[in-house]
Structure formats: C-alpha cells, structure tokens
C-alpha cells in the first residue's frame, strides 16, 4: 500500500494498524535545534485519547508516545530535534479483535470493507486495519511536532455542530472548548448536545458533526498558485481523516448566497501603517496564499459507520446478509476529530511555511 505520507518539505508518513501491536509515524523534515520531548507531545494525544466520556469509544488506550530518534541534547543538555528523521511510536494496548470474528466475512455499509477487498484483495477486519480512525493518533502526534516548527501560530479547533444542532456564534468562546466533553466553544449547546447524543447513544446510532479550525498569527505569504495553494492542501489535509465528507474555507458555501459587495474582504492602512482587512470572508487566503488575517476552515464528518442497528449488506461470498457491529465505537466521532484537524492544520502550514523559506528565504 502506497500513499501513506503526507507533504512536502515537512513530510509525514504513519504506519501501523488499529489491532497491530503499535502504531507510528516518521517526520522527514523538521529543522534541527528544536526542543521536543515526549512532554511536548503527550497533551494533544490526550486530548483525542478514546474513553475519556461516554459520548466516545469505550476503548483504553493511554497513547503513551515515545520518540524513537531524530533528537539529542545539545551543549545546554536540551533535547532537540537534530534535522534527521524523528520518529515516534504508540503501543496498542487495549484491543479486542474478538469483537469483529462474528463480522469477519460482511462488508460493513459506510466503511472502506468493500472498497480495501475490491482494491488490494485482501483486508484487515479487525476494526478496519489500517483504515480504523486509530491512525489519526499518529496525526496528532506528529502536528504537536509542527506546531513547534512554525514560530507564533495559535491553532485551536471547536466542534461546532453535532447532527442538526449547531452553536450559537454569538456565545463563542475559546476558553469554554476546555471546559466540556464536545470541544464545543458555546456553554449553551453543551446540555442539548448531551440530551441529543444519550438518545443516539442508547439508540445504537450514531451521528454526524461539523469541527472549525482557526489558525491565528501564520504570517501573509504562505502558499502559492497555482498547485500549491495553501486552502487546496488544508481542504486535502481534512479530506484525508477518516469519515470527513465535506470542507470549507472562510465563509465556505454560504459564499454562493452573499453578493460581491458583501463577500469582498475590504481593506483600510491601519494606524501602524499597515494593511487592515474589514472582514474574513475569505478565511485568511485569498489566490491561495494567506494574508495575514486568522485562517478558517471547517469540516464535515459523516455519523460513525459502526452501529448496532441491523443493516443489509453482503458477505465476501457474494450472497445477502444483515450486520450489525459490536465492539466500541463513538456514536459520534467528530468529537476527537476536533485535535486531529487541529493536527492537519499544523501539518500544513509546517510544510508551507518550510517551502515558503525555501523559495522566498524569508
């Protein structure tokens, strides 16, 4: 199987599967003399950890990182990253493949069964292999390391819809994502959200979501057209966690309704002497290269595939059958997506902001 890194100058390649013994990842291209220990590391993975509500897997996983090379301690005894690959690996601790010996021979509606058996004529059944959103750990990890490439960038995610309930963005605030199992920045949602996702829950359903991104502080310049727009490789970053259906940037689809007069992000010389921009309709990039203001972006994530309604599917020997999937799953998995795209975010700029130095030297 190809395909399994991701960027340019700041390259990520994950390996591993969801019931395999460990999961992992390499970063080809962090510049060296960057502090980095696990420490760094540890919270953004504890922050998509399973188990942690009971709106999530039930599944324990501690995700306990460790960095396996590509830092040393340099003269002040600080470990930094040393320019070569850097490596880190997540033991499995908590699996139970038993769970899917019943759905072995079934193709599961929604997931990637059908499609892994048409394509490599074999696959992992056991929670999806290399497909499970298990994988989207090593995002995590690896986006804690470039957050610490790119120097001033806040990047903060919030869940902002969960099936058709959405957040009231007049109560938006950041420090509230903190406080609450959803991520959600609106104190108001989180008790609808809970009497919602209890009825889903206790259904054996599940449901969709909608997670935003901002990135705060990315200087203007990072991007370039025409292939190398900074909007077409964050829509490809969220298009590739698992179970996103849907991206959008600034204002998005709703762009479509506004009129030129509204959408025009306008522009004024501020006190500094500096370009001020009057709105953001745009999400901080305009030709594909950022302007300075804060970058917006959102996604969709389909309603979890893995449900304990029976459902019509057919097995690998060609006949009918029904499945139903035991084991754990979120009934909404767009809650731990919220630090995956926050990962994806960093990812991405990582890598433009490497390629911006190098054609630019700025």
């Known amino acids: 199987m190809s395909y399994n890194t991701f960027g340019h100058m700041f390259r990520v390649t994950t ?20 502090p980095l220990t696990e420490a760094d590391i540890q ?18 996983e501690e995700d306990r990182v460790r960095i396996l090379s590509g830092v040393f301690p340099n ?4 470990q930094v990253t040393t320019g070569t690959p850097v490596a880190l690996e997540i033991q499995n601790t908590d699996q139970r493949s038993k769970d899917y010996s019943d759905i072995k021979d079934k193709f599961r509606p929604g997931h990637a069964d059908f499609t892994y058996v048409e394509k490599y004529g074999i696959r992992d ?46 109560r938006w605030d950041w420090a509230e994502v903190e406080r609450n199992p959803f991520f959600a920045p609106d104190a108001g949602i989180v008790e609808r959200w809970t009497a919602y996702l209890d009825g889903v829950r206790k259904a054996g359903s599940s449901c969709g979501a909608v997670v935003e991104v901002v990135a705060e502080g990315a200087p203007a310049g990072l991007g370039a057209p025409l292939y190398g727009k900074l909007d ?32 025009a992000d306008e522009m004024r010389i501020g006190p500094d002497g500096q370009p001020v ?26 309603p979890t595939s893995s449900i304990l309604t029976p ?18 799953h979120d009934p909404c998995v ?29």
């Open 75 to 78: 003269e002040a005894g600080v």
């Open 125 to 170: 059944y056991r929670g999806g292999g290399r497909s499970s959103a298990r994988e989207t750990a090593m995002r995590v990890a690896a986006g804690a390391v470039a957050r610490k490439v790119v120097p001033g960038i806040a990047i903060r995610g919030a869940l902002v819809q969960v099936g058709a309930e959405q957040i009231d963005r007049a």
């Open 43 to 60: 919270p953004f993975l504890d922050k998509r950890r399973p188990g942690q509500s009971r709106f999530t897997t039930q599944r324990q």
């Open 311 to 328: 459902r019509r599917t057919i097995d690998t020997q060609g006949h009918d059958a029904e499945i139903l999937t035991k084991g754990r």
């Open 232 to 263: 077409q490789d964050i829509a490809a970053a969220f298009m590739s966690i698992n179970a996103v259906k849907g991206v959008e940037i600034g204002e998005g689809f709703a762009s479509a309704a506004l009129s030129g007069e509204d959408n």
């Open 277 to 302: 921009f009057l709105s953001n309709h745009a999400g901080g990039i305009l030709g594909g290269i950022s302007t300075g203001q804060p970058i917006v972006a959102r996604f969709a994530v389909k």
């Open 15 to 34: 390996w591993g599967e969801s019931h395999g013994p460990a999961i992992g990842c390499v970063i080809d291209g962090c510049p060296p003399g960057i």
């Open 334 to 362: 767009g809650i731990r997506a919220v630090p995956v795209g926050e990962a994806m975010m960093a990812i991405v700029l990582a890598d433009h902001w490497l390629r911006h130095r190098a054609q630019t030297g700025r």
